[in-house]
């Protein structure tokens, strides 16, 4: 079908789809606790879609052209495609219906494993804090459209009147995305199946088609990703053009619109370009106008994604539209856009009345991000309508800038007085020798990764007291109990490094925002991490400071209560920073120091109340790493140098550790090794040990704790299968280096469940450390 390119309209690439009041996570949840059915549930979401659609419809986006993109999902966007294409894995093929079709329980399954079933692997969305579930498919994966619900969600908004624009992941990221299959060849990628699944996806459109869709978006940020692209770019060119070619020849399909959202297309925009889509979407916050014309682009509609779908500042407006007056000269037309979906933000800054009313000013959220589309789109027809908008963008950022506190001249010098000694440490052979004869662990140490289960009355209490409706002392007597608890449970189980268990913290970056200067905290600011899991990314507006101790109250009450080591627990400063919407009026790395510091102080203190081993997580240091080679090495610069500020005060006997998940460990490992951490904890559960052959390779020669138990999943791992995975560790690792943890927090789970699977993990380390000393005693 031939299409007017001209006829793309103004529009986002994506909206928040858990709910602004987290609907659909309080759904999902009564699902699967039991307390709703699978109809009830459905129709919540039901009820959510709709008035997703009448919100955005009533910023600006029109009803009736394909404005609004049906992007919406119960748990994650590529687990939809997989469920779409058919890609369900083997061991849980009992929830595929006869049609086909996987319903809510069984896409929740998928999502979230079963007793000995695994769920998929999860990983982080290229540079962003949202987690994908990864797609298993090997050489005999079955492809075929097996679920129709991107037709029967565009019907339900056709009904309901609203001519919608679905959106899918596409072909090219979906396979670049997915992880070999168990029993696939080696050397087998799941790129090589792409000829068996672009048909499908033809399948989708002609079934979209026919129930009257106009366009369809596939998403291929896996394009903007040289970690992606990078080790066979020949092929994926390939892959490309044979996409394309298919997908552009289906008789009576939709306009096509391709985005590339998180990162600058490179050398992949000529390739789509020469394609037959209607029109691309670029992402000019992160990439950048094309500075020349580029063949084939000119006969292309271009979304030009100008406003930042990954941050909460107002736009400059006055820039943004000099970016898209400079795209028009290469396309046939440009539109205003998001730069990615806005997913990734909270949904509107006008539902937080706690904001002080400047800072309300400066910010933007998803509905806010639509009106600014919006501006732009009328501004590009005529910029006279648009002046006041402009101007009112342009004095928001002069206020914002001048404001008192966006810079403190005391944080300013005490950065200018740094050297390069403040960020080194003793030897590491030093300071073992210093913390064996302090703490005398035994082999393969137990510990946990931090936090223990938040149950309801701890939620409730931490409220009650943030409301007023509860005494300071009240507050602190029920902490304390928890501690007690907790402690208490570590002592019976026999771990050997005990934690407090955080029960004050309502969030891992939120405590410290609240608690640290220059940062701003939100009511009403969800944004989706994974499935129904959400967090409030705190703001950090300007410079940071910390006026007293955060955590040594608590730290220091847990180590009462136990003759055993209890950590000190920070966050570190890359993932503040990642976790946090932060000022874009500095580079990264200065706004990473400023926290730095102030964790560097935290440690000095912890240290003199007598707290020995201190954790700084850093699970988002590899959340951060561009996606483009090119500006790679600055970025883990900073950031390994941010980290070693914050730690290189400690004493050569206390021992720091630190934790990061689903980081890709082989990508970042010169970095993380650079981190000059006692300790490293790293997920390793979900992809049974994979990362244990990167650590052998690499020389790894400071404690090293691979995770045992996955805990995004409510499953308990038996003490067999963990000892199966200790044993894996135990292979390549020297017994010397190796501890034993879960692979993250135990905040989400129940009690029951995390007692039960430490209790296997004591026992799966007690049966490793006897095969360990027969070992011995037989040489």
């Known amino acids: 079908m031939t299409h007017d390119a001209t006829q793309l309209p103004t529009t986002i690439l994506g909206y928040p789809r858990i709910g602004p009041r987290r609907e659909l996570k309080k759904a999902l949840e009564a699902l699967w606790a039991g307390r709703a059915t699978q109809e009830e549930t459905e129709a919540a979401a039901v009820e959510l879609r709709a008035r997703t659609r009448r919100r955005l419809n009533a910023l600006g986006l029109r009803a009736h052209d394909a404005s609004i993109p049906s992007a919406a999902s119960y748990y994650d966007q590529v687990l939809d495609a997989a469920v779409a294409v058919g890609a369900v894995p083997p061991r849980f093929a009992d929830v595929v219906g006869q ?8 896409y929740s399954t998928i999502a979230r494993g079963r007793g000995e079933d695994a769920p998929l692997e999860m990983t982080k969305w290229f540079d962003t804090n949202y987690h994908y579930l990864v797609p298993e498919i090997g050489p005999d994966t079955q492809f075929r459209f097996a679920d129709d619900r991107a037709v029967r969600e565009f019907r339900e908004a056709l009904e309901d009147g609203f001519l919608t624009r679905p959106v899918l992941v596409g072909p090219v990221t979906f396979l670049l995305l ?24 033809a399948q989708i459109l002609r079934a979209l088609a026919e129930a009257g869709a106009t366009w369809v978006q596939l998403d291929e940020p896996g394009l903007v990703s040289d970690t992606l692209t990078a080790a066979d770019a020949k092929a994926i060119h390939a892959a490309v053009q044979e996409t394309y070619a298919a997908l552009t020849a289906v008789e009576g399909r939709p306009a096509l619109l391709v985005a590339a959202p998180y990162g600058d297309l490179g050398e992949f925009l000529p390739t789509l370009a020469a394609t037959d889509v209607e029109a691309l979407a670029l992402d000019l916050v992160k990439g950048a106008v094309p500075s020349a014309p580029v063949a084939g682009l000119e006969t292309k509609a271009v979304l030009g994604g100008v406003i930042d779908g990954h941050n909460i500042w107002r736009t400059d407006l006055v820039q943004a539209l000099g970016k898209l007056e400079a795209l028009r000269p290469l396309a046939a037309s440009v539109a205003a856009g998001t730069s990615t979906s806005l997913l990734h933000v909270p949904h509107d800054v006008e539902d937080e009345p706690n904001l002080p009313a400047q800072l309300k000013g400066w910010l933007a959220f998803a509905d806010q991000k639509v009106a600014e589309v919006v501006t732009l789109a009328a501004a590009l027809e005529d910029p006279a309508t648009a002046a006041d908008a402009l101007e009112a963008s342009a004095r928001a950022r002069r206020e914002r800038l001048e404001a008192p506190g966006v810079v403190r001249p005391e944080v300013r010098e005490r950065l200018a007085g740094l050297t390069p000694a403040d960020a080194r440490r003793s030897d590491y052979d030093v300071r073992r020798a210093a913390q064996d004869a302090v703490l005398a662990l035994p082999p393969l140490p137990t510990t946990t990764i931090g936090s223990f289960p938040q149950t309801g009355e701890i939620r409730r209490a931490r409220a009650a007291w943030a409301k007023g409706e509860l005494s ?13 608890r907790v402690v208490a449970l570590q002592e019976e189980l026999g771990l050997d490094v005990l934690v407090h268990g955080e029960p004050e913290r309502n969030d891992m970056v939120q405590y410290f925002a609240e608690l640290l200067d220059g940062f701003a905290v939100t009511q009403n600011g969800w944004v989706q991490s994974y499935g129904s899991r959400c967090v409030r990314p705190p703001i950090l507006w300007g410079d940071v400071t910390r006026p007293a101790p955060m955590t040594v109250e608590w730290a220091t009450y847990a180590a009462s209560r136990s003759a055993k080591p209890v950590k000190g627990m920070l966050t570190g400063p890359v993932t503040i920073l990642a976790w946090s919407f932060v000022r874009d009026d500095q580079p990264l790395g200065d706004t990473a120091r400023q926290v730095a510091l102030a964790l560097r102080d935290e440690i000095a203190d912890l240290e003199a109340a007598g707290i020995g081993v201190v954790q700084v997580d850093e699970p988002a240091l590899r959340e951060l790493l561009p996606l483009k080679a090119v500006d790679q090495k600055a970025y883990l610069d900073w950031s390994v140098e941010s980290f070693r500020l914050a730690t290189a005060g400690a004493a050569d006997a206390t021992q720091i550790h630190t934790h990061l998940c689903y980081s890709e460990f082989g990508e970042v490992i010169g970095a993380i090794d650079g981190l000059d951490a006692d300790v490293t904890s790293i997920e390793a559960a979900r992809s049974r040990m994979e990362v244990v052959p990167q650590i052998a390779q690499a020389g790894f020669s400071r404690g090293i704790g691979p995770g045992v138990y996955d805990i995004h999943s409510p499953r308990v791992p038996s003490a067999e299968e963990i000892e199966e995975l200790l044993n894996i560790a135990v292979g390549s690792i020297s017994p010397r280096h190796l501890w034993v943890n879960p692979d993250c927090g135990l905040k989400t789970r129940g009690y029951a469940e995390t007692e039960a699977s430490l209790r296997n993990l004591l026992a799966a380390t007690r049966a490793v450390r006897g095969s360990l000393a027969e070992g011995a005693d037989a040489h």
């Open 472 to 484: 300071d002392a009240d507050y602190v007597a029920a902490m304390r109990a928890e501690i007690d």
């Open 178 to 201: 997915s992880k070999p299959a168990d029993g696939s060849p080696e050397g087998f990628s799941p790129l090589q199946r792409l000829a068996d699944l672009v048909p499908v996806y």
């Open 99 to 106: 049609d086909g079709r996987v319903d809510l329980v069984g």
